[in-house]
């Protein structure tokens, strides 16, 4: 069965350092989603793509975080420098279409500490 | 902003018995979703159930949606310990999902 692959699992990193996370959908998907899950809480949406195009980014801090999808298929989340707040699950998600009706498939997830 | 809001915050049962998850929401929807989450792993897709339907099953699984109400309800019947995870109901609307902050279901043998 088709997964969303994600790497690394786990991270683990100094404060001001530079982390970047790695995403592949499932084949033929075209949105691409990046959540951060807090410990206790639900996944909130970091950035939406529709294949190599951003269409929601409104909650990503953009002075610390950058995402692409430069060829519409993987996508990397980065940021840089992370903070001690940034301590949480990534967790990368694709779904088939952008339609309503999106049932979204989700990877295992990077966690990241930040030290 | 979170705006699915799950209750009880966490439930603890015994096999064999049934398990009711709630949750509410605030504005409108396309559609509600149901996903659970095993401890540390990503989110699995259970069920959908579309604005203008009031009941669906899957399998042990029963959701209903009261649009007057803006709540859903998951129903697990007959619960086995593997069903022990985190239950998180999604907001479907303006093409993304809005996660509530999940109800943590825990099924003893």
Redesign the interface.
Known sequence: EAE?AQSPRYKITEKSQAVAFWCDPISGHATL?WYRQIL??????LV?FQDESV??DSQLPKDRFSAERLKGVDSTLKIQPAELGDSA?Y?C?SSFH????????????T?LSVL | S?Q?EEDPQALSIQEGENATMNCSYKTSI??L?W?RQNS??????LI?I?SNEREKHSGRLRVTLDTSKKSSSLLITASRAADTASY?C?R??N????????TLLTVNP
């Open positions: 969303v989603y206790g809480q639900g996944p909130e949406l939406q269409v929601d699950m967790l998600a952008r339609g309503n009706k999106n049932i979204q498939y989700f990877g295992a997830g966690r | 979170q699915g396309n559609n979703q996903y540390g792993r990503g989110l699995v897709h959908l579309r998180f999604a479907g609307s093409y993304k999902l809005t996660f509530g902050k999940g």
